[in-house]
């Protein structure tokens, strides 16, 4: 039998791979964002400058918007999908919006396994560049759709550090305080993360 809803636990790494942020804020591309990743096209929040939404008001966006946008899309695209599956498939198309498009759900049907995994880890790129933070999220989602492995929540950050809601290696925190640094701001010394202030 197909799960039609996203489990408790698939909104959980949602919005470990989102973030859940209640201040309406300017996405990389520009565009007013609040809640879980959620703008203008979402068709359920229109955020503008200075909004504030409540965790309450967030969950009920979130149900709303994987209702309208996502729940149905993945539905028939994978239909029989067992529970860890769809919800690695909602995180997906969540953040690509390409569930029809994808050759590996045609892989996922055929239940090639290696083929799933490439397929996932084709979608990486953003603005044409290849971005570290989207290699691996589609091994995250791969790991959830084949191993029922869903991400566990981040430790909170050091006490000055700004909490980060995506799980991050070695390797991109430094280049974030390259970034950082590079456009002026002081990331601080804590290789473990990012001053508030910096941020």
């Known amino acids: 039998m197909s799960n039609t809803t996203t489990s408790e636990r698939g909104r959980r790494a949602l919005k470990l791979e989102e973030g ?13 964002t609040i809640g879980v990743g959620l703008t ?4 359920v929040v229109d955020p503008k400058p200075g ?16 209702a ?11 239909s029989g999908a067992l529970q860890n599956e769809f919800d690695g498939a909602v995180s997906f198309h969540w953040n690509t919006g390409a569930i029809k498009r994808a050759s590996w759900v045609k892989a996922w049907k055929a ?6 995994k490439s397929g996932l880890a ?6 044409g560049k290849v971005l570290p933070g989207l290699v691996k999220r589609r091994q995250r989602e791969f790991e959830m759709i084949r191993h029922s492995i869903y991400p566990v929540p981040v430790p909170a950050a050091p006490t ?24 002026g701001y ?13 941020i």
């Open 160 to 183: 000055g550090l700004a909490r980060i809601v995506v799980p991050l290696g070695a390797a991109e925190l430094v280049y974030i305080h390259f970034a950082l640094s590079d456009q």
């Open 40 to 43: 203008k096209t979402s068709g």
């Open 122 to 127: 084709a979608w990486k790129k953003g603005g």
């Open 186 to 198: 002081d990331p601080g010394s804590n290789v473990r993360g990012v001053r508030k202030e910096a």
């Open 20 to 32: 859940d942020v209640l201040k309406a804020y300017r996405c990389p591309a520009g565009r007013w």
């Open 68 to 78: 309208l946008n996502y729940e149905p899309a993945v539905r028939t695209a994978m």
């Open 51 to 66: 909004m504030v939404i409540t965790a309450e008001k967030s969950d009920e966006l979130l149900s709303q918007a994987l």
């Open 111 to 116: 239940k090639n396994w290696s083929r799933v």
